[in-house]
């Protein structure tokens, strides 16, 4: 299902997880050739949530952050290739294309990788499924070697 993006805050705060809804929109074909709900309205529990346009508000600012851990799943593009890692401190961490291309092959499931980047906020309107830490790679240390992610 597909929503306005301002409007995600309010539907992870309101939709609980496994709860039925009902979704009022229109169905469309993604250029993927996939179907597509994109939401008009969802009803759950009593309680009707609708696009009542966009707040404005200003975009979350990025900060810092540096870590460690083990990749616990490799994310990959709709061209079935590596986008990220899912590291078991609940951080996804995205790697931009060109470097995931050349440590693609370093990185698997089980290794110990460390990270710096930009730990990247929610602006108003996002929503994440769980409780995740999104960063943007710059460094990532895999077998020993670190490597700049640009």
């Known amino acids: 299902m597909k929503f306005p993006p301002h409007l995600g805050a309010t539907l992870k705060e309101g939709l609980k997880s496994g709860a039925k809804a009902t979704v009022t929109g229109t169905m469309n074909l993604a250029p993927t050739g996939q179907k597509e709900i994109s939401m008009l309205s969802?009803?759950?529990?009593?309680?009707?949530?609708?696009?009542?346009?966009?707040?404005?508000?200003?975009?979350?600012?990025?900060?810092?952050?540096?870590?460690?851990?083990?990749?616990?799943?490799?994310?990959?593009?709709?061209?079935?290739?590596?986008?990220?890692?899912?590291?078991?401190?609940?951080?996804?961490?995205?790697?931009?294309?060109?470097?995931?291309?050349?440590?693609?092959?370093?990185?698997?499931?089980?290794?110990?990788?460390?990270?710096?980047?930009?730990?990247r906020a929610l602006n108003a309107g996002e929503a994440l499924q769980g409780n995740y830490t999104l960063v943007h790679c710059q460094t990532i240390t895999v077998n020993g070697h670190q490597y700049l992610a640009q």
Request: charged fraction near 10%.
């Open 42 to 119: 969802v009803s759950t529990g009593g309680k009707t949530f609708s696009d009542t346009g966009v707040s404005s508000v200003a975009p979350a600012q990025e900060t810092f952050i540096s870590g460690s851990g083990k990749i616990t799943s490799l994310q990959l593009n709709r061209e079935n290739m590596l986008a990220g890692l899912l590291i078991d401190n609940n951080t996804v961490l995205r790697i931009p294309p060109l470097s995931a291309m050349q440590l693609a092959s370093s990185l698997q499931v089980g290794s110990a990788v460390a990270f710096t980047g930009m730990k």
